[in-house]
């Protein structure tokens, strides 16, 4: 496929708004897509050229951005940066500024899907401390090649900033009308596989190829996900549930085949170097050719630790034996995924718990399971009493659904008005706070667009400012009088009083006195919380208050 036809593509997308014209169009495409580039068109119309659990990453920020483009338009570095904050869409600057570039390139070629997969897939791989030279070349190279469309596209995958409103379900549903295979079955096999691009290759071989995918060790899934709720809500059913602690700690995914142990964090990044500690546990606990689901926790002095302190150390990259010695890391196992070649999370919860129970030696979680809600309350007590977050409850015959926030995983927490929200903006701060940003705009997901919901400004130390500055100054993409606009990357967890309907946010609804609580480093912008959520919680809230 030419590149120029897929940010043709993308250009046409991006002015519709209707789901199944979108579907319609997508699967259009896909059937009249070789073999080769149906998994890169996959990949690259949601903006992620490389599967999630491939540990890929490309790395590019606007810095590198700004040098490759000031390079090819023979502008100076000012002029981009100029023009990228004054039209806000970087896509849409690069366009503008290739379409008057004035530096003739030395050689200009057709490009394709192959050549972008192929340029992105290099840049990925460089390291060390010239890389970031590099992918300036890499970016340099494919942007003298391509038209001011293109580089509108190429610009929002190196950025990670991609949306033109092909949201996963719009791809499914494409995917599975190109192929006449049933939309569940592309679900269920993406589910497993945590690839897209792979999951269509095998939709073209049929139904009964999307059937058989399988877990392989050292291939990670995305982690099954839980709801906040009440205890006397999920009870409504009438039915047992399996009650466990929720422990503040950090998720993790082990793998264990032919004496090699792998642990991959909730954002499916690989850890092992990290938690060497945690690593020796699991090996001695569990037997070979495994994969189970679980969290760490930081203990000191027989308490546990704030789960920041877990996450110090999976960003550790030296002294991590000391960091080992000063505090212990212990692992918590809830679920098992996969067991001697054969995938459990088609099993129902009671079933796979009892495996669970039956093969490790240490470290699973305690549980309970309960029908009488006097009981579970005084089980909710006791997690707090020892210093964790609350208690899960988990439906007795619930599959393992990766990557999914259903309703058969319920959590209870004494602070249940919280929400994890996209951080996209930010105003600087005035007096002492003036060199830092003092407040900050937040979004909600919906679909591939984050939508502005709240604005924080209180709950920061001054340190927490001070390396959110740190962290975000890079990311800057556009700028109007004091308010900044950034490449979406952090999720905030805030808290909340209430949720009101408002007309100054864009998503209809507004926080009252938001705070910030922490910044959720494990959590990817796929599991910041949704328009939908926030509808839901609003309609729950008001229905409470009126009966």
Same mark, same amino acid.
């Not at 995958?157 to 079955?185: H, K, M, T, Y």
């Not at 929720?246 to 850890?271: I, P, W």
């Given at each position: ?93 690069? +366009? =503008?500024? %290739?379409? $008057?570039?004035?530096?003739?390139? #030395?050689?200009? !070629?057709?490009?394709? /899907? @192959? ?91 049929? +139904? =009964?190829? %999307?059937? $058989?995918?399988?877990?392989?060790? #050292?291939?990670? !899934?995305?982690?099954? /996900? @839980? ?109 098992? /995924? ?210």
């Amino acid at each position: 496929m030419i590149f120029l036809e897929f940010a043709e593509l993308c250009s046409r997308l991006e002015k519709i708004s209707g789901r199944l014209e979108t579907i319609s169009i997508l699967a259009e495409t896909i059937s009249s897509l070789s073999e080769d580039d149906l998994p890169h068109f996959c990949r690259l119309i949601l903006g992620k050229p490389f599967p999630e659990w491939s540990g890929k990453k490309l790395g590019v920020g606007p810095n590198l951005l700004y040098e490759a483009v000031a390079y090819v338009t023979g502008r100076k570095r000012e002029e981009v940066i100029d023009r990228l904050s004054r039209v806000g869409d970087a896509g849409a600057a690069v +366009e =503008e500024l %290739l379409s $008057q570039k004035s530096q003739t390139s #030395f050689f200009t !070629v057709e490009l394709t /899907l @192959a050549d972008i997969m192929a340029a992105l897939i290099e840049i990925s791989g460089m390291e060390g401390g010239r890389s970031q030279k590099e992918k300036v070349r890499v970016i340099q190279r494919i942007l003298s090649s391509a038209s001011p469309l293109e580089g509108h596209y190429i610009t929002a995958i190196l950025l990670e900033d991609f949306r033109i409103g092909v949201g996963e379900g719009n791809l499914r549903d494409a995917i599975a009308q190109a192929l006449s295979v049933d939309p569940g079955l592309v679900e269920y096999a993406n589910q497993v596989r945590n690839d897209i691009g792979e999951v269509a290759v095998l939709a073209r071989k049929g +139904e =009964e190829a %999307l059937r $058989q995918v399988r877990l392989v060790p #050292f291939h990670p !899934v995305r982690m099954m /996900l @839980a709801r906040q709720g009440t205890i006397s809500g999920v009870l409504e059913e009438g039915d047992p549930v399996a009650v466990e602690y929720k422990y503040d700690g950090a998720r993790f995914q082990f793998h264990k085949q032919n004496k090699t142990c792998r642990m991959y964090s909730r954002r499916l990044e690989e850890v092992t170097s990290a938690m060497p500690d945690v690593v020796a546990l699991l090996d001695e606990a569990l037997p070979d050719d495994i994969i189970v689901d679980g969290e760490v926790i930081a203990v000191q002095n027989g308490h546990p630790m704030p789960f920041q302190t877990v996450l110090r150390r999976f960003r550790r990259k030296h002294n991590i034996a000391e960091a080992a010695d000063a505090i212990t890391m212990i692992p918590n196992l809830f679920d098992i /995924l996969y067991y001697h070649q054969e995938m459990l999370i088609d099993l129902p919860f009671r079933e796979r718990r009892n495996i669970l129970t039956q093969v490790a030696s240490k470290y699973v979680t305690p549980q309970l399971i309960s029908d009488d809600e006097t009981e579970i309350e005084a089980y909710y007590h006791t997690a707090l009493d020892a210093g964790h977050e609350g208690v899960m409850l988990k439906v007795l015959g619930s599959r393992y659904t990766p990557g999914v926030r259903g309703k058969d995983w319920v959590k209870i927490k004494p602070e249940a008005d919280t929400l994890d929200l996209v951080v996209t903006g930010a105003e600087w701060g005035e007096g002492k706070r003036a060199h830092v940003f003092g407040s900050f705009l937040l979004s909600v997901r919906d679909d591939d667009r984050l939508v502005p919901i709240s604005r924080v400004a209180t709950g920061f130390s001054d340190e927490q400012l001070s390396w959110l500055f740190d962290t975000l100054k890079d990311d800057v993409i556009r700028k109007e009088g004091k308010m900044v606009f950034f490449l979406s990357r952090l999720v905030f967890e805030i808290g909340y009083s209430e949720i009101q309907k408002s007309p100054n946010y864009e998503g209809g609804y507004a926080l009252r006195f938001p705070r910030f609580i922490e910044v959720r480093e494990d959590k990817d912008l796929k599991e910041a919380n949704t328009a939908e959520d926030v509808e839901e919680r609003y309609i729950q809230t008001h229905r409470s208050l009126n009966s």
